[in-house]
């Protein structure tokens, strides 16, 4: 079994999350609401974070509801949140990034 990494402190998670505006720290998890142009475009950003998430073995919670796609990232083994899960949100908001680009949102 691979090293579990530490749980961050309400510190180092608030300085992580300086650089991820569009999360915030709910519940032990970091989270983030992302509102697709369309139901398939969230299915999609959803199967593209999946594939992120094997190839790093992290796996977020996810919430699928229409075209609102949430985000849930806590490194359970380690209980809270660690440097995976914010590296993850960065990953996750490259993907969102590119979602509405290629929407031609702003």
Not at 4 to 10: C, E, K, M, R, T
Not at 12 to 40: C, K, M, N
Request: glycine letters at 8%; zero cysteines.
């Amino acid at each position: 079994m691979a090293d579990v990494p530490d749980a961050l402190s309400a510190e180092q998670i608030a300085e992580g999350l300086r650089g991820l505006p569009a999360w915030s720290l709910v519940d032990g998890a970091i989270r983030r609401t992302v509102t697709a142009p369309t139901f398939l475009a969230g299915v999609e950003l959803v199967r593209q974070v999946a594939e992120v998430a094997e190839g790093m073995n992290h796996h977020p919670d996810i919430d699928i509801r229409w075209r609102r796609v949430t985000f849930a990232l806590a490194t359970h083994d380690a209980g809270g949140v660690t440097f995976l899960d914010l590296e993850q949100a960065r990953l996750i908001d490259g993907l969102v990034d590119e979602l509405t680009a290629a929407d031609g949102a702003s």
